[in-house]
């Protein structure tokens, strides 16, 4: 599954260190001085080794894999918030429903953009953390919920369906018309043979991985002043258009 083959998910965090701290770093020239380098990050403590793996992944005695659905030899605590999704008709549908926002490597993603488990902080050191994500999803340093009760209800949704959820039907039999199918062939990155599905975990789920390849490998935004780590450029709102019919 494509998916698990791009993405051992990394740390998700990003910076506000000064520009020249990343100059050069472009788009898909992979992770190395990108604002997920958590070894370049403003305020945080270096690992000792100067390893930039080391903040996500461990070869050895990583944490206990059977804790979670994904747990990619993980060394980083896990966020412990319970989230509050995005609501919409068409995701609250019977087995639409969201039972899990952090499916995946949404929940990886969250321990560092949770605002309360520092981005710094690996191998399971909770003392090893220094540098804490506390602005909001409009903040360089964004922790995404906003505040302590975990509320992502301004935020994309993440943990649904999309396979239940996408579809031609009318909006009266639960499925959206204007989402693509999840086999829908996509021209992204410019790649025209790359469905929807490759996109999802377990080829069904929607996750923050869906939209962010936070490895700086296939990473198509185009420019290191504003790189969020998506697989479509912005422009043209083409990431959005990769799913959205409209």
Same mark, same amino acid.
């Given at each position: 599954?494509?998916?698990?083959?791009?993405?051992?998910?990394?740390?998700?965090?990003?910076?506000?260190?000064?520009?020249?701290?990343?100059?050069?770093?472009?788009?898909?020239?992979?992770?190395?001085?990108?604002?997920?380098?958590?070894?370049?990050?403003?305020?945080?403590?270096?690992?000792?080794?100067?390893?930039?793996?080391?903040?996500?992944?461990? &070869?050895?005695?990583?944490? %206990? &894999?059977?804790?979670?659905?994904?747990?990619?030899?993980?060394?980083?605590?896990?966020?412990?918030?319970?989230?509050?999704?995005?609501?919409?008709?068409?995701?609250?549908?019977?087995?639409?429903?969201?039972?899990? &926002?952090?499916?995946? &490597?949404?929940?990886?993603?969250?321990?560092?953009?949770?605002?309360?488990?520092?981005?710094?902080?690996?191998?399971?050191?909770?003392?090893?953390? !220094?540098?804490?994500?506390?602005?909001?999803?409009? +903040?360089?340093?964004?922790?995404?919920?906003?505040?302590?009760?975990?509320?992502?209800?301004?935020?994309?949704?993440?943990?649904?369906?999309?396979?239940?959820?996408?579809?031609?039907?009318?909006?009266?039999?639960?499925?959206?018309?204007?989402?693509?199918?999840? %086999?829908?062939?996509? +021209?992204?990155?410019? @790649?025209?043979?790359?469905?929807?599905?490759?996109?999802?975990?377990?080829?069904?789920?929607? !996750?923050?991985? +869906?939209?962010?390849?936070?490895? @700086?490998?296939?990473?198509?935004?185009?420019?290191?002043?504003?790189?969020?780590?998506?697989?479509?450029?912005?422009?043209?709102?083409?990431?959005?258009? !990769?799913?959205?019919?409209?």
């Amino acid at each position: 599954m494509r998916i698990l083959n791009l993405l051992m998910i990394a740390v998700v965090a990003t910076s506000t260190a000064p520009a020249d701290a990343f100059a050069g770093v472009a788009s898909g020239t992979g992770i190395a001085l990108s604002k997920h380098d958590i070894n370049t990050l403003a305020g945080a403590a270096r690992d000792d080794q100067q390893r930039i793996c080391a903040f996500c992944h461990t &070869p050895h005695h990583a944490m %206990d &894999p059977s804790a979670q659905d994904y747990m990619p030899l993980w060394s980083h605590n896990l966020t412990q918030q319970n989230y509050i999704s995005y609501k919409s008709p068409t995701i609250e549908v019977d087995a639409r429903n969201i039972t899990d &926002p952090l499916a995946g &490597p949404s929940r990886l993603c969250m321990s560092c953009h949770d605002g309360i488990i520092a981005a710094d902080q690996h191998y399971g050191d909770m003392a090893t953390g !220094t540098k804490f994500l506390t602005g909001d999803s409009f +903040t360089p340093e964004a922790n995404m919920a906003i505040g302590a009760s975990g509320d992502l209800t301004r935020d994309h949704p993440i943990g649904f369906d999309y396979t239940k959820v996408a579809g031609a039907g009318a909006n009266a039999d639960g499925t959206d018309k204007r989402i693509f199918a999840a %086999d829908g062939t996509l +021209t992204f990155r410019g @790649n025209p043979a790359v469905l929807v599905r490759d996109q999802l975990y377990q080829g069904r789920i929607m !996750t923050c991985a +869906t939209c962010h390849d936070v490895h @700086n490998r296939d990473n198509n935004n185009g420019g290191a002043d504003k790189n969020y780590f998506v697989y479509a450029p912005l422009k043209d709102s083409q990431l959005c258009l !990769t799913c959205h019919d409209k």
